[in-house]
């Protein structure tokens, strides 16, 4: 069984909670068994416990975020470890891009990160895609070291079959508890309120920034953004001074027709009409953002829970989706 290690920012913990969920099989599996800083019990050392782990780690996954890059623990003294580790072909290294930040210039940029081409998992659209091709890359590793059949993709026997007490003792943890930890978390109007605001906040500046890359990419292409107020903007992209795509994004209040984030083709100035809608919604530890489902081209459904990047990314594939037939 390989044991893996999760280095990241505590502001990340969420997300760490949902790429362990996505580790379960591999784990019921015996394929390999894991281990962070919330599996250290009340009195005891915690930079000890760390580094106990760390260094015995089989795979070690830095989970990559602008806080994990900030955190001088994550960054000089766990990373740092990995590497060396590495280095010597004792452990292998996988970062993990949680979301975006300027990475490749790290020490762990030469490395293949995960989801492939790095591209962070909170601007995935199907956050739990993201997740599943982390976990194919965590298996993939417990292969190359040899505790994985790659015929099975379950843990292999290498000696006798063990006894009964044998296999519970090297299943227990040095310090045995439940990982059933989590509570019920409320969200107040407050709390979606500023979600909201913030979501469409992100999504203009996500708009503005990616009509700037689009038009350095492709001669003969020009973006525009106007922002007309604090709750609307409007976009257009042009080849060759053409209008190819135009689009609305605005705030609906928490009443009437339009209830969240919407998204009209064209330039519209009223607010009774829209093609997709971003609604705010929250389970028992987040808020997140779900699609009205109006747009089938997208491949997104309505069950999905969207972070305000898997949110604008949406948008953005509405938008560029008559550039992308046009011949030019």
């Not at 020009?222 to 922002?227: A, I, L, N, T, V």
Request: hydrophobic share 40%; aromatic share 8%; with cysteine.
């Amino acid at each position: 069984m390989a044991s893996v290690f999760f280095s990241y920012s505590h502001v990340d913990e969420a997300l760490r909670d949902q790429l362990e969920k996505q580790l379960s099989i591999l784990k019921r599996q015996g394929v390999v068994e894991t281990w962070h800083d919330r599996r250290i019990d009340a009195g005891e050392e915690i930079d000890a416990a760390i580094s106990k782990n760390l260094t015995s780690a089989d795979i070690i996954l830095l989970l990559v975020s602008p806080d994990f890059i900030n955190s001088d623990y994550c960054y000089d003294r766990e990373m740092t470890a990995a590497m060396e580790r590495h280095a010597e072909g004792s452990a292998i290294v996988i970062p993990v891009i949680l979301r975006a930040c300027d990475w490749h210039g790290a020490p762990f940029g030469k490395l293949n990160a995960t989801p492939p081409d790095g591209r962070p998992i909170t601007q995935a659209v199907d956050r739990d895609q993201a997740f599943l091709e982390v976990a194919k890359a965590v298996r993939a590793a417990a292969e190359r070291i040899g505790k994985v059949d790659v015929d099975t993709g379950v843990a292999r026997t290498r000696f006798s079959p063990p006894t009964a007490s044998s296999a519970v003792q090297r299943a227990l943890p040095d310090t045995p508890r439940s990982s059933n930890l989590r509570m019920t978390k409320t969200f107040t109007d407050r709390d979606r309120d500023r979600f909201k605001a913030d979501s469409f906040e992100f999504i203009a500046k996500f708009f503005e920034n990616s009509l700037n890359e689009l038009q350095t990419r492709n001669p003969g292409v020009e973006g525009d953004m106007r922002r007309i107020d604090a709750n609307r903007f409007t976009a257009s992209a042009y080849r060759n001074g053409k209008a190819l795509s135009r689009c609305t994004i605005f705030v609906g209040g928490d009443r009437g027709f339009i209830n969240g984030i919407a998204y009209s083709d064209g330039e519209i100035s009223a607010s009774n009409s829209y093609n997709e809608m971003l609604h705010v919604e929250f389970d028992d530890q987040s808020l997140f953002l779900k699609c009205s489902g109006m747009r089938h081209m997208t491949g997104n459904g309505r069950d999905e829970k969207l972070s305000p990047e898997g949110g604008a990314e949406l948008f953005w594939t509405i938008f560029m989706a008559p550039l992308q037939r046009e011949r030019g």
